[in-house]
């Protein structure tokens, strides 16, 4: 859909933007570091806050205002922020599009399988056992949080390391190299395996009212928003409830027949 992809881009030049702005000084004074602006610092400082009623370092209240935004996209269209408003989901999927291209693919046509190489995807095996990773993640940041001065994932966070402009350690190259890798390797690998954050959205989509519906007499199951899904989920017209979707709905904008797939709001799941 291409408004979601000039929204996801506005949102990598907004990133952007912040991150250049903190590379001039006194950014403590203009509104807190860059870490400041990320939803997933209320998480990490939340319990720094409820117990001392302080905030881990880098991190301050704006994290609470822009995680609270979050959090209201996700109670009402589940991880629709993985899917519209996240900037690393965005650049990962510039990535991949670049793997394609250097892959000799000039031009993506919707339902098609891609023939190059990259990005692949993981054997089943693999992937399913992957999948849990994030969620390990999570209760392993949130567990961190209670011991530390920085957010636990301060030398690790993939967005310091693409967006910051700030790298002043090797690990924060080493964590930028693995990024850009990994993402032309396997389409959206962060948001799949690694994102604590998305693991901590995923349980909206089981209780939000703006769903995805499948008319069971008018889907013929071609595969088409199998082939097409970035999150890989498998038989998509039979798990829209998937904890994996993000809401990117180029599922509804690949199908062939007309109502098979359709977004609705509904009351009850």
Not at 230 to 259: H, Q, S, W, Y
Request: charge should be positive; aromatic fraction near 10%.
């Amino acid at each position: 859909m291409k408004i979601r992809k000039r929204i996801l881009w506005f949102t990598v030049i907004g990133t952007f933007l912040i991150g250049i702005r903190h590379l001039l000084p006194g950014e403590a004074a203009s509104g807190g570091a860059f870490d400041a602006f990320c939803p997933f610092g209320a998480i990490e400082t939340l319990w720094a806050y409820l117990t001392r009623g302080t905030t881990l370092k880098t991190t301050n209240l704006l994290n609470f205002t822009i995680f609270s935004g979050v959090l209201a996209v996700s109670l009402v269209a589940g991880r629709a922020f993985c899917g519209w408003l996240c900037p690393l989901g965005a650049v990962q999927e510039g990535l991949a599009k670049l793997a394609r291209l250097l892959g000799g693919e000039k031009r993506h046509i919707p339902g098609k399988p891609s023939k190059t190489h990259f990005p692949t995807r993981l054997p089943g095996g693999a992937d399913r056992v992957l999948r849990w990773a994030k969620y390990l993640i999570l209760g392993l940041v949130i567990l961190a949080s209670i011991f530390s001065v920085y957010p636990p994932l301060f030398e690790f966070c993939a967005a310091r390391a693409v967006f910051s402009f700030k790298l002043t350690t090797g690990l924060l190259w080493s964590v930028l190299l693995t990024f850009i890798l990994t993402s032309l390797l396997v389409e959206r690998v962060w948001c799949k395996y690694l994102c604590p954050l998305g693991a901590a959205l995923a349980i909206f989509n089981q209780i939000s009212p703006v769903n995805i519906v499948s008319d069971a007499e008018r889907c013929n199951h071609c595969g088409r928003c199998d082939v097409e899904c970035a999150m890989d989920i498998k038989d998509v017209p039979d798990d829209l409830k998937n904890a994996e979707c993000i809401r990117c709905l180029e599922c509804l904008d690949t199908c062939a027949r007309d109502g098979s797939l359709t977004l609705r709001v509904l009351n009850k799941p």
